[in-house]
């Protein structure tokens, strides 16, 4: 991870482009500006900016358009990056149909899926593969990133067969745990389980 | 909240929870075969667990049917609350059609939408309704979940109509971040941020 930043202070970053960008302004903007619109702490954002390459200045804060910049480059929103969709069922087919991936520099390439019905049509214009070309097109396609949208009893199945392609980063929206060989990452989002918790807050 | 547990300790406890299910077993557990498992500290896990009513005991640990069913307890799993789902596109369309929620207790009961050509259908077996009816709707269910799958540039709007319905818990899809009144509170999933984050790490 780049700078051994914490995963809990890269997950705010996101957070704090999207706050920046949504401004639509210039000039400077200060930490304690920042932390006051997203009701946190104001020593936790500077702590959060001083992973990027941001420089703030002593009573004024950063410049906008230097901080956003620097917030771009860390989560690497200017390098393209190619992910594919395993599983174009419902979800996979809202994802393939948002735009809001190349803001960060993701292309979302293209789906796979068992069935028959889909394979050789295009969703949101990307097509979609049959599994069985799984190896061959990821490693002509050169992707590492994979977003994982199939039953939950197939998903470690599917993701061993994802990470003998070569992909090491997997977004997986199944409610299992995934065990992976070292040198992969994985990063799940239960949609349910955050209903529950939003639910028990 | 319950018990003043933080926020990253209660995000762990469905992640215990689909472990410990998916074990399938009986008798005991201990928190340092949770914490081998999910690759997390003992200490942590342990911590975790002392916000339910979970009784470890020295050396053996949990019984596993005992913490499962503190863990159900603490979320709310046996307790029914009722959902709503604004913005019936594809994401809306995914979660209708998706099972997982009854696991913590959760019916999404309908969703709304501004589409003609969605309104009055059903989707997952669920009626689509206008948002014309949400007051109306949301009062009748007395919901106060909701999940916004609209697009950002009407987000803040949506949610600010939903708070006037009564809804006070949004779990919000759009990159935007919502300004709710007190005692309104918002978790968001931003998925093209969750894959941008994956990415970085």
Redesign the interface.
């Given at each position: 991870?780049?700078s051994d930043i914490p995963?809990?202070s890269?997950?705010r970053?996101?957070?704090y482009l999207?706050?920046l960008k949504?401004l639509d302004a210039e000039g400077y903007i200060s930490s304690g500006a920042i932390a006051r619109?997203?009701g946190m702490g104001e020593v936790l954002v500077r702590k959060d900016l001083a992973y990027t390459s941001a420089q703030g200045r002593t009573r004024v804060g950063y410049v906008l358009e230097e901080l956003i910049s620097a917030l771009e480059d860390?989560?690497?929103?200017n390098d393209k990056?190619k992910?594919v969709i395993v599983g174009a069922?419902?979800?996979g087919?809202?994802?393939l149909?948002?735009g809001?991936?190349s803001?960060?520099?993701?292309e979302l390439v293209c789906a796979f899926d068992t069935d028959e019905t889909k394979i050789g049509k295009t969703i949101g214009g990307k097509p979609v593969y049959s599994v069985e070309n799984e190896k061959e097109e990821i490693e002509k396609l050169d992707a590492h990133?994979a977003?994982l949208c199939v039953p939950a009893k197939v998903a470690q199945s599917v993701a061993d067969a994802l990470t003998e392609c070569g992909v090491n980063?997997?977004?997986n929206f199944a409610?299992?745990?995934l065990r992976v060989k070292e040198g992969v990452?994985v990063?799940?989002?239960?949609?349910?389980?955050?209903?529950?918790?939003?639910?028990?807050?």
């Open positions: 991870m780049k995963v809990t890269l997950q970053l996101p957070v999207n706050y949504s619109a997203l860390y989560l690497g929103c990056k992910a069922g419902e979800l087919n809202a994802l149909s948002y809001g991936f803001n960060y520099g993701i990133l977003v980063k997997i977004l409610p299992v745990l990452t990063r799940n989002i239960d949609v349910a389980a955050n209903l529950a918790i939003l639910s028990s807050m």
